[in-house]
C-alpha cells in the first residue's frame, strides 16, 4: 500500500523559512519521480515543484523559482521541499505526490499524500 506521509508545515513569518518533508513507504522510491503540489484557499490545486526518480532533472512554479528547492534522499525514501522567502501568498495546503513505481517498466500510480498547512502571516 502506497503511503505518503507529509511533515514541516506550520505559522511562519513573511521571509521566513520551512523546510517540507515526506517520507514514501509502499512502493520502490528510487523508480519514482516525486512532486510538491499545493492548494492555496479557495483555489485549484496547483504543481509546486518536481524531481525526477534520481534527482538530477527538476522544474519548479515560476512563482517559486529561485526561492524554493525539491531534492530527495533515495536511501531515506524521502523527498523534501526547502521553501525560504516565504510570502502570503505562499500560503497553501501541500501536498506530496508520487508516480508510485514498483519497477522501472511498471505502470506508475499516482498518490497523494494528506497535506500539511502551510500560513504565512505576521
Known amino acids: 500500500q502506497v503511503r505518503l506521509v507529509e511533515s514541516g508545515g506550520g505559522l511562519v513569518q513573511p521571509g521566513g523559512s520551512l523546510r517540507l518533508s515526506c517520507a514514501a513507504s509502499?512502493?520502490?522510491?528510487?523508480?519514482?519521480?516525486m512532486s510538491w503540489y499545493r492548494q492555496p484557499p479557495g483555489k485549484e490545486r496547483e504543481l509546486v515543484a518536481y524531481?525526477?526518480?534520481?534527482?538530477?532533472?527538476?522544474n519548479y512554479e515560476d512563482s517559486v523559482k529561485g526561492r524554493v528547492t525539491i531534492s530527495r534522499e533515495n536511501g531515506k525514501n524521502t523527498v523534501y521541499l526547502q521553501m525560504n522567502s516565504l510570502k502570503p501568498e505562499d500560503t497553501a495546503v501541500y501536498y506530496c505526490y508520487a508516480a508510485a513505481r514498483t519497477a522501472p517498466w511498471s505502470t506508475a500510480r499516482a498518490s497523494w499524500g494528506q497535506g500539511t498547512q502551510v500560513t504565512v502571516s505576521s
Open positions: 509502499g512502493f520502490t522510491f528510487s523508480y519514482s519521480p
Open positions: 524531481i525526477s526518480s534520481n534527482g538530477g532533472s527538476t
